[in-house]
């Protein structure tokens, strides 16, 4: 089992970048996809960017294609969302999720088995 935590959330101005983080528990990190997921108010959750065990294979959502990266650092047990260029639609309480089995990324969110709490991502016009 492992235990998702984010963090780096916050309140920008739309243009803005923030970089999410995401700690995970336990000692076979490198075994889990990860992916990135979020919830606006009144939307249903939507996926954001995904990236399998090893870190070299990763998949965007067109809405933040050429805006998010998605990056691991197995050593630290953390995942990362840098965003750049934030827009005021991309305000949203932003997940992260584990997949046991990292050889290739996940897209779809019953594929994920932990979820983080969330953190809130507020992104101002």
């Known amino acids: 089992q492992v235990q998702l935590v984010e963090s780096g959330g916050g309140l920008v101005q739309a243009g803005g970048s923030l970089r999410l983080s995401c700690a995970a528990s336990?000692?076979?990190?490198?075994?889990?996809?990860m992916g990135w997921f979020r919830q606006a108010p009144g939307k249903e959750r939507e996926f954001v960017s995904a990236?399998?065990?090893?870190?070299?294979?990763?998949y965007y959502a067109d809405s933040v294609k050429g805006r998010f990266t998605i990056s691991r650092d197995n050593a630290k047990n953390t995942v990362y969302l840098q965003m750049n260029s934030l827009k005021p639609e991309d305000t949203a309480v932003y997940y992260c999720?584990?997949?046991?089995?990292?050889?290739?990324?996940?897209?779809?969110?019953?594929?994920?088995?932990?979820w983080g709490q969330g953190t809130q991502v507020t992104v101002s016009s």
């Open positions: 990236i399998n065990g090893g870190g070299r294979s990763t």
């Open positions: 999720a584990a997949h046991w089995g990292g050889s290739v990324y996940y897209t779809r969110g019953y594929e994920y088995n932990y």
């Open positions: 336990g000692r076979t990190f490198n075994n889990y996809a």
